[in-house]
Structures are given as C-alpha cells and as structure tokens.
C-alpha cells in the first residue's frame, strides 16, 4: 500500500472514531473529514474530472467524470447539476448489483449497508473527497466505472441511460431534497431489492408529487425516448420546468 492510501485510511479511521451517533453521522463525517482532506491532501489541487485514483486497488476505484460522460449530463441537465468534479464514479454497486448513488456526507451511517465489513474502505473515500466540498458518488460497479455509457447494456435502451438516471439523485441532493427516509429508502429499494417505481407513460402529476425514484426514471424516459421538445414528449415538461432550471417545487405546465 502507498503511502498516500495509508495516509487516506488513517483518516478514515479517524472519521470512524468520530461518529458516536448514527443521527449526527453526516454531520460527523463532513466536520473531520474537510480537516482531514486538508491535512491529506495538500497538492492534490488538480483533483478533478482527469482523476484516476484507485484505493486498494481490488476493492474500489474512485474517478470523475469523462469528456463524453460530461456531456451527456451537461446536455440534459444543463447548468442544474453541481460543479462536476464533485460528481465521481465509483467501482462498488449495491448487494442486489444494482446502480446507486449518495452524498459523500450520507456514506458513514449506511457505510455497512453498502459494503458490509468494510466500511472503513468508503469512510477512507469520504477523506479523500472532502477537500472539495459535498460530492456525490455514482455506485455504478465495476463495468460502470469502466464506462459509465456503454456499460449497462442490459439495461440501457440507449447508452448513457444508467448514468443520466442516477444522476438525477445527484440532482435531487444539490436541490436538497435528500432526507434520512430517503436515504434508507434509496438503500432498500437499489441495494437490497433491485426495486424502481413505475411512473405512467403519460404522467401528468406535479413533479414534487413523484418519489426520488420515480423522478429518475421521468428523466431517464426522456432520454431514452429521444430528448424530445415537442409537445408529443410527455416527459418534457418536467425536464423544461423542473430540471434543467433547478426548481423542484415549481409548477410543471403541460
């Protein structure tokens, strides 16, 4: 191990001795690990979309975002999304083998629902992040961290699906819409049952109406059917309203 990952997992393990309760983890894991990454991390300023760090290198791999990875998100999310070195891709994915996707700060209190025994490998990742402030990790397993386009296809009808779905749970984190029910939800749903909400191919409900799930697959529709503008997309008006401005509590009109 380098000496720069054993600095990284002394950190994590000073994250862990600093959350004594799960209500307060957050809170806990954001506090040391930003005096953390300061301490770690100095001369890491270029930590940005060219990184390619792996910790443990059979375990997890941590990277930003590609060009073309980048542009697929800027072209559906426009400027709603937060600083995109701030979004990483990570080489674990949930029990069930699905994607997911949670703030950096979520991490330490759902640390071993995500990987059990071995939490201190995704504390030692919130160390690593911190300096930049909140970051959100997309779990797109290892086929995903490899490509984040074209490495689902057995699920994506159109490449970059998978990654423009799970990006919206970083949208709804920057929009602060993430809550701890959430959060538990989210795990159950992604990591333990492999489970989606089903949403009508002709919705018309408000967009604050739908759950965190649903609000993904909205978006991901939309992608997949073609990013339609017409008023034949029935998908489009949630990402005209709501989306791409950034209001998730604005009014969608059909």
């Given at each position: 191990?380098?000496?720069?990952?054993?600095?990284?997992?002394?950190?994590?393990?000073?994250?862990?001795?600093?959350?004594?309760?799960?209500?307060?983890?957050?809170?806990?894991?954001?506090?040391?690990?930003?005096?953390?990454?300061?301490?770690?991390?100095?001369?890491?300023?270029?930590?940005?979309?060219?990184?390619?760090?792996?910790?443990?290198?059979?375990?997890?791999?941590?990277?930003?975002?590609?060009?073309?990875?980048?542009?697929?998100?800027?072209?559906?999310?426009?400027?709603?999304?937060?600083?995109?070195?701030?979004?990483?891709?990570?080489?674990?994915?949930?029990?069930?083998?699905?994607?997911?996707?949670?703030?950096?700060?979520?991490?330490?209190?759902?640390?071993?629902?995500?990987?059990?025994?071995?939490?201190?490998?995704?504390?030692?990742?919130?160390?690593?992040?911190?300096?930049?402030?909140?970051?959100?990790?997309?779990?797109?397993?290892?086929?995903?961290?490899?490509?984040?386009?074209?490495?689902?296809?057995?699920?994506?009808?159109?490449?970059?699906?998978?990654?423009?779905?799970?990006?919206?749970?970083?949208?709804?984190?920057?929009?602060?819409?993430?809550?701890?029910?959430?959060?538990?939800?989210?795990?159950?749903?992604?990591?333990?049952?492999g489970g989606a909400y089903?949403?009508?191919?002709?919705?018309?409900?408000?967009?604050?109406?739908?759950?965190?799930?649903?609000?993904?697959?909205?978006?991901?529709?939309?992608?997949?059917?073609?990013?339609?503008?017409?008023?034949d997309d029935h998908y489009?008006?949630?990402?005209?309203?709501?989306?791409?401005?950034?209001?998730?509590?604005?009014?969608?009109?059909?």
């Open positions: 191990m380098s000496l720069f990952s054993k600095a990284v997992k002394h950190a994590a393990g000073q994250v862990r001795h600093a959350v004594d309760d799960v209500e307060d983890a957050a809170q806990h894991v954001a506090d040391e690990a930003n005096k953390l990454g300061k301490r770690f991390l100095n001369g890491l300023e270029d930590f940005g979309a060219e990184l390619e760090q792996i910790y443990d290198a059979l375990t997890i791999g941590i990277r930003g975002l590609r060009g073309e990875e980048r542009e697929i998100l800027k072209r559906v999310y426009q400027g709603s999304l937060p600083p995109i070195k701030n979004i990483l891709v990570v080489s674990l994915i949930g029990v069930s083998g699905r994607p997911f996707t949670l703030p950096a700060s979520f991490v330490a209190a759902v640390a071993n629902l995500i990987l059990p025994g071995c939490e201190e490998l995704l504390l030692a990742l919130v160390a690593l992040v911190a300096k930049r402030g909140e970051c959100y990790f997309l779990f797109l397993g290892r086929s995903g961290y490899n490509d984040a386009i074209n490495g689902f296809p057995e699920h994506d009808g159109k490449a970059g699906q998978t990654l423009v779905h799970e990006a919206c749970h970083v949208w709804q984190g920057y929009h602060q819409l993430f809550t701890w029910g959430y959060i538990f939800n989210s795990i159950y749903y992604q990591c333990c049952t089903n949403v009508p191919d002709s919705p018309t409900a408000q967009w604050d109406h739908y759950g965190a799930e649903q609000e993904a697959v909205i978006v991901e529709k939309w992608f997949e059917n073609g990013e339609g503008t017409g008023d489009y008006p949630y990402v005209k309203c709501n989306v791409r401005p950034g209001k998730p509590h604005a009014t969608t009109q059909f």
